[in-house]
């Protein structure tokens, strides 16, 4: 008899353990797939919760045979001796996936093409005849530039008052307001090659200055992206064009930092 108790023992921890363990581990694998789910979509489908669901009933019910019949043979409870993986919630806890480290993960860009528009700037060396990009009279106007800011920063200009009347308009006029419809990388990459053709001189390039720095006072939020690319394709050749401006919206900052009125920060 007591040879027979001790078989029946024996095969309750062997049979035990091994249904405990089936039984939890296909709980944490479907925690696994709806912890994906959680992450990729944002919600777990109906089907994968139902799953979920019935494992864990099915495990509750495994936990409480053998709790019954650890009690009835006056035996421990068997182990399952296998760690639980950290990327998935504990059985019985509330389903909250942790997904701290996701949260963490700053997503500069929206999108592949967004990521391209920024950071696949074209080099102007390889579209632009080096004669326009390097000639004497460019870089000496650009140290000029350079060295007169640092004596004494120049005030950014006003808003004028209407737009120039297209019949009277120059073609640098009319330059600008092709600026101004410029959105996709495509457009500002031409429109820049067709700066350094036709239009860059000290003057024009201050004037071109003018009308980036103008996009914040007429609220043309939209076009802040091109612009940006704009200025990192002409800056590392035309030095007084990036300067310049940074020069203008540093003043434009202190003065909203000093200023008490808080409309001004709109």
Known sequence: ?????????NAFQSAGSGLLISAHNKLLEQEKVNTALRVDKGAVDADNETKHTQLKEALQKVQMTLTTMAECFNQPMPSTKEEEDPNVTRVGDAEKPKE???????LIFEDDQQRKFYEDIIDLKDIVPGALLTSGKV????????????????????PEAKPKDVGSASDFDLFLMRVSKAESAKQIDDIVVEFFHD??????????VAHLYGTHRTKQLHLLAPYSRLVAMVGPYLQDVPKLLMSW???DLEQVITDSNVDRFE
Not at 199 to 208: D, M, P, Q
């Open 1 to 9: 008899q007591n040879q027979l108790q001790q078989l029946t023992v």
């Open 139 to 158: 870089s000496q106007e650009a140290a000029a530039a350079a060295e007169a800011e640092k004596e004494k920063p120049e005030k950014p200009p006003e």
């Open 199 to 208: 239009f860059n001189t000290k003057g024009n390039r201050k004037a071109l």
């Open 249 to 251: 919206l540093h003043q």
């Open 100 to 106: 701290e480290v996701v949260e963490e993960e700053v």
